[in-house]
């Protein structure tokens, strides 16, 4: 990192991760192009997990190359007093893996549904009957994290 007075520690880095409305995932496609898309994610422990469907383009980079980098935006304020913005932010490097055993699909979705909708989890049991088999699961295993802010002095 280029401004290490702006570099915050691995903790912190997860706090970002764990609060971010949604992330960017970043691969490679099968013409070496780069491809990112927005996704919502839950972490449990060192791992990052999303829900998508059995096919598509994303799928098709994490199935070609497994190496993944991961943005993370935190809080954001624009200054109107001078050109420049306080914002927090995290970058994961790591492994992708889809998930296959039923039992770690579900608590993987339920880590998600109760980050993301926990109002609704009453619904849960129902949904997971209906949507586990046409729904995958990926889990990214967090090699790196770098955590970035910054912040008015």
Known sequence: MRRKDRQMPKEWALEIVDKCQWATLATIDADGMPYCV????????DCL????????????????????CI???GDVKRLDDE?????????????????TDDMQKINALRALCQRHTPLYMSHFDEEIKRSLPITAVWKIKIESIEGKSKRRI
């Open 38 to 45: 927005s996704l919502s994610m839950a972490r449990i422990d």
């Open 71 to 73: 943005s993370c935006v």
């Open 83 to 99: 050109f420049s913005t306080l914002y927090e932010s995290a970058i994961i490097f790591g492994k992708a893996y889809e998930v």
């Open 49 to 68: 997990y999303f829900h998508c469907a059995k096919s598509g383009k994303k799928t098709d980079c994490l199935r070609l190359n497994d190496s993944v």
